[in-house]
T-cell receptor
């Protein structure tokens, strides 16, 4: 079984530029999560999808962050414009109703 | 909302010794408690989890205990090996919907 796939693995941009991250969950996993992990800290949930519906986006900074999960499979997380404080690892995870299946490798974002 | 505290932040042990990491949670409705191991530059990997209807769970050298009354749970690693060195995160949630993570424990096992 293939794991959660994310791209790109690394991204370096200048502040005020836009950036997008892509996630392909494990086949058949209806629930998809985007987490942000700052250096030396635990992951923090940004948004959770059940199929194509965002059921929890309370921690998503909606002024600059947006996400979509068209057709309830792949998902894209976008930041526009990026700020210095957005530098972090962005992790995607997916799961079935039985529990969290695991995380993708993450995208390490550096904002200069 | 849920708040998870984790201690210690760093832990150094000699190979073969045991390591214990403790977490407390605030929301008595939480019923799912996973533990993740994260090596440098890699993704968090689920190593063991426990649900609130169980007090203890063991998988080879790793065990987790849960005290619902006190709202704390612990990870126990016995016969530690250098490859156990990593950052360990506890988490808590209601069902598995919204994991709230602890701040992590950096475990170093010296040969």
């Amino acid at each position: 079984e293939a794991g959660v796939v994310q791209s790109p693995r690394y991204k370096i941009i200048e502040k005020k530029q836009p950036v997008a991250f892509w996630c392909n969950p494990i086949s058949g996993h209806n629930t998809l999560y985007w987490y942000r992990q700052n250096l030396g800290q635990g992951p923090e949930l940004l948004i959770r999808y059940e199929n194509e519906e965002a059921v929890d986006d309370s921690q998503l900074p909606k002024d600059r962050f947006s996400a979509e999960r068209l057709k309830g499979v792949d998902s894209t997380l976008k930041i526009q414009p990026a700020e210095l404080g957005d530098s972090a690892v962005y992790l995607c995870a997916s799961s079935t109703a039985a529990g969290t299946s695991g995380f993708g490798p993450g995208t390490r974002l550096t904002v200069l | 909302g849920e708040n998870v505290e984790q201690h210690p932040s760093t832990l150094s042990v000699q190979e073969g010794d045991s390591a214990v990491i403790k977490c407390t949670y605030s929301d008595s409705a939480s019923n799912y408690f996973p533990w993740y191991k994260q090596e440098l530059g890699k993704r968090p990997q689920l190593i063991i989890d426990i649900r609130s209807n169980v007090g203890e769970k063991k998988d080879q050298r790793i065990a987790v205990t849960l005290n619902k009354t006190a709202k704390h749970f612990s990870l126990h690693i016995t016969e530690t090996q250098p490859e156990d060195s990593a950052v360990y995160f506890c988490a808590a949630s209601i069902r598995t919907d919204k994991l709230i993570f602890g701040t992590g424990t950096r475990l170093q096992v010296f040969p």
